[in-house]
């Protein structure tokens, strides 16, 4: 038998940065994202024999070892491992033999939120397998704990929470762990609009988000005031797009994507480089109103927002710097397992 899950990716739209600790802690957090038709997977099939695999499909990286309490976290297919370890303290009583195998439908370290997502995956597949009575919050939250603190990588919360609730949300983040999921109801006339006039852009280029994320979080350590003033900005932004998003102001996207491209900049270094700001002119040149660098920054996808069918000459002038382009549509559904 074979025990699957899927989480979708997300696009964050507005507020990325302010559900990273200690900002939200001190001042709260606001995020505004969607969940798109790209996804991380995970399978278990339980073996007879007395070993564990593990298997990124996409990365070809593979693993074998022993019944054992606890996997070695070394750097390989860490995501993987610690999900194990977690659930094996907290939920089987003795070790059982399986096969987790994984792929994602893009690159690592691409700003969708792929580490957090594939461990919901993980966690999904695990849940299927032994029948956990976990609920969506239950999920999300213990898949921030296992990267967080048994990983001890740093990021913020709004990925885990994507990836399991799934939808358009406006989620506020507090100290204490604290998470408000607040599903959005958006006409389908202005999300189908949404939908259309955003470009999803890969720069062939990934990031490691965990440094762009500690500087940041020294930043509101430090009490660096440009960083924790444009951090501000970008949380306000979150509640004026809810309310662009809802009211069918959707042109009010992408003015506000083009301010908050530079707010961003602001929070901390190597959140944008020469490439990237050369990609985000040429975008606005061929009739972009405005763009972002999605996730933590340094490279990984891009998102233009491009009206009146100008994403066709968007795409076309971009084809010359080098990326791709991923369709996608926005899906509703968050995590979701079976078995077969």
């Not at 070695?72 to 491992?81: A, F, S, T, V, Y």
């Not at 949404?194 to 020294?218: A, C, G, M, P, W």
């Not at 405005?290 to 968007?314: E, H, T, W």
Request: hydrophobic share 35%.
């Amino acid at each position: 038998m074979l025990f699957r899950s899927k989480a979708p990716l997300r696009i964050g739209l507005a507020g990325g940065g302010s559900d990273v600790s200690p900002y939200s802690d001190k001042y709260g957090g606001a995020i505004l994202n969607a969940t798109i038709s790209l996804y991380a997977h995970a399978n278990i099939q339980p073996l007879s024999e007395k070993k564990i695999i593990i298997d990124s499909l996409e990365r070809e990286e593979y693993q074998e070892f022993p019944l054992c309490e606890e996997l070695p976290i070394d750097g390989k297919l860490d995501l993987l491992k610690g999900v194990y370890n977690r659930i094996r303290k907290d939920y089987m009583t003795e070790p059982k033999g399986f096969r987790l195998s994984t792929h994602v439908d893009v690159p690592a370290g691409s700003g969708l939120g792929t580490s957090s997502t594939l461990v919901v995956a993980i966690l999904g597949a695990f849940i299927e397998w032994l029948r956990l009575p976990l609920g969506s919050y239950d999920i999300a939250q213990y898949a921030y704990l296992i990267e967080r603190q048994d990983l001890q990588m740093a990021g913020g919360k709004q990925d885990q929470y994507a990836a399991t609730f799934g939808g358009v949300n406006y989620m506020e983040f507090y100290d204490n762990n604290k998470v408000i999921v607040n599903p959005l109801r958006i006409d389908k006339p202005y999300l189908h609009e949404l939908e259309n006039n955003l470009l999803l852009y890969f720069t062939q280029t990934t990031h490691v988000s965990s440094d762009i994320i500690k500087e940041q979080q020294r930043n509101v350590t430090n009490n660096q005031t440009d960083s924790i003033e444009a951090m501000h900005k970008i949380k306000a932004q979150a509640i004026e797009m809810k309310e662009a998003l809802l009211t069918g102001k959707i042109n009010r996207i992408g003015e506000l994507f083009d301010e908050g491209f530079n707010y961003k900049k602001q929070m901390a270094h190597n959140i944008s480089n020469e490439i990237l700001d050369n990609i985000y002119e040429e975008a606005k040149q061929a009739g972009a109103i405005g763009g972002r660098i999605s996730g933590a920054g340094g490279g990984g996808f891009m998102l233009f927002y491009c009206p009146d069918n100008k994403k066709f000459q968007v795409m076309k002038s971009l084809e010359r710097m080098g990326g791709g382009f991923y369709p996608y549509r926005f899906v509703k559904d968050g995590l979701f397992t079976w078995k077969i």
